[in-house]
């Protein structure tokens, strides 16, 4: 059985998790705050005591020293943060991608794909097992989808991916469901009813998990699905660049803080070293004709259909049981934006590549990590926010997991240098519609994310949830109403509460 949901002692991918603070919006992000570092504090008496007792105590210390030391978060064993990625060999990496790929493990046809035997959204169905007269706020709501193949029958095993949502068109309200696969063909999605009034459920098929396969083997085999062009000083010629590139006459590039690298064919007539920057290239097409039947727009992202019509949710019959909670409503160049009323600096600058965008020169991108390294201690007020995700879609989760591991061991320095800091992720985005995309890719990797900054103390904003259950079109780039409750999300941690203001 595996659920679309997190949970940080088996990853999973957690549709609803629990309010830290009094927010005015209705989905709250996973605050993770785990101690940094520990420190034994207590009096000396000066008390004559024994050579025995004397090692006694010392053993003692000794050992709950070391029992402190091993709950650090640079314990592999709690969140397996290593000091310095610089440090970390070949083995600690593929320790810890074995574990994380564990984690995100994902059902697989049990034999050779076949279309017909596929499944189809316009097949499958959902209905309510255990109907009721009256359903009340607080309580859950369960629906059971049955995945149904190109022919009309059962499947007989699972690893389909669906989003689900119970919604109010007329309140402009929504939230995610928590879907339940059984590999059995069949799947739950459970809803918690959070206010009064008329709703709906909304179930799609985004992908059957026969085209999952197909992805998963592409986002693993093919890195070079996606291209770039690298441009150099001195010749208008312009070269294939990505970040793996066989094959002799290749420039690489390396970052030695990081330890990353970028590679570009070597130029005709110039050295490696002109290179001054890339832009999107293109799209390769890596698919078969019989793989792009399974991944046609035809049959992804498509409603399923349903008896089970809208119903009435009443007041909670206990007014204690559930407390309030407000639901939602209606350059590529380093920026800066100073408010010198407010006094506050706002400072937003593009992350090192893969970016896929047009012409960008190498100097206006930086590593987040060494960014993150520039940062000095003591800065109270300092709030940094960390979106980097999108743009890693097409490539492997090993070279997501590199990246990441830079950025978290970055994190860990700065939270030590300054403990005052806020530090916020940023989920991915539902709505990844293009070439090569796909929410199920962005899923895998917001699962990964999420997992890796399981142990620091850093605020994962969900965007995921606020975008799939939204009113509006589900689009990578979301509409300003959404971008407003994000921020509106981020705000919720850093500015006071009436309460607080007022205490």
């Known amino acids: 059985m595996i659920k679309y949901h997190l949970n940080l002692n088996k990853l999973q991918y957690r549709s609803r998790t629990e309010p830290t603070r009094k927010s005015n919006i209705n989905l709250y992000p996973i605050l993770l705050s785990y101690p940094v570092s520990t420190t034994l504090m207590g009096t000396v008496r000066r008390t004559q005591i024994s050579s025995i007792c004397l090692l006694c105590l010392l053993f003692i210390a000794g050992f709950a020293y070391r029992s402190l030391w091993m709950k650090l978060p640079s314990d592999p064993n709690f969140g397996m943060n290593s000091p310095s990625c610089n440090n970390l060999g070949p083995a600690s990496l593929e320790q810890e991608l074995h574990v994380l790929m564990k984690a995100i493990e994902w059902p697989e046809p049990p034999g050779p794909i076949d279309y017909e035997f596929s499944t189809s959204p316009f097949k499958t169905e959902f209905h309510m097992p255990f109907p009721r007269a009256t359903y009340y706020v607080g309580e859950y709501v369960e629906v059971l989808i049955t995945a149904r193949d190109q022919r009309g029958q059962p499947k007989t095993y699972g690893g389909d991916y669906f989003q689900a949502k119970l919604h109010s068109p007329k309140l402009k309200a929504g939230v995610t469901g928590s879907v339940t696969d059984h590999r059995n063909g069949t799947y739950t999605a459970s809803f918690l009813l959070l206010w009064p009034g008329q709703v709906e459920i909304s179930i799609r098929l985004v992908h059957s998990s026969e085209a999952i396969a197909i992805l998963k083997d592409k986002r693993e085999t093919r890195p070079d699905k996606v291209s770039y062009f690298g441009y150099f000083y001195g010749t208008s010629e312009k070269t294939e660049c990505n970040v793996e590139l066989l094959g002799p006459n290749v420039c690489e590039y390396n970052d030695i803080y990081t330890g990353e690298s970028w590679f570009c064919k070597r130029p005709k007539q110039i050295s490696c070293s002109a290179y001054k920057g890339h832009s999107m290239a293109g799209n390769r097409n890596v698919l078969t004709a019989r793989e792009a039947k399974f991944l046609n727009q035809s049959v992804r992202e498509k409603l399923i259909s349903s008896k089970v019509g809208a119903f009435i949710v009443l007041h909670p019959k206990n007014k204690t049981a559930l407390q309030k909670q407000d639901i939602f409503g209606k350059s590529p160049v380093p920026q800066l934006a100073i408010d010198t009323t407010h006094k506050f600096v706002v400072q937003w600058q593009v992350h090192q590549k893969p970016v896929t965008m047009q012409y960008i020169d190498k100097e206006e ?59 916020f992720i940023k989920s991915g985005n539902t709505g990844y519609l293009y070439s090569h995309g796909s929410d199920w890719l962005s899923l895998q990797l917001d699962l990964i994310m999420r997992a890796m900054f399981s142990s620091l103390p850093v605020t994962i904003l969900d965007a995921w949830q606020i975008t799939s259950c939204h009113y509006e079109p589900q689009l990578l780039h979301p509409g300003p109403v959404i971008v407003k409750n994000q921020i509106d999300l981020m705000l919720s941690f850093i500015c006071p509460t009436d309460e607080e203001t007022t205490s």
Do not use: M, W
């Not at 980097?388 to 970055?410: E, G, M, P, Q």
């Open 365 to 423: 991108l930086h590593y987040i990590a060494n960014d993150l390294d520039k940062i000095g201690g003591s800065k109270e007020g300092l709030v940094i926010v960390i979106n980097c995700l999108a743009h890693f879609v097409s490539f492997s989760n090993k070279f997501y997991v590199r990246r990441l591991l830079t950025i978290r061991d970055a994190v860990l320095r700065l939270v030590q240098r300054n403990p005052l800091v806020k530090v």
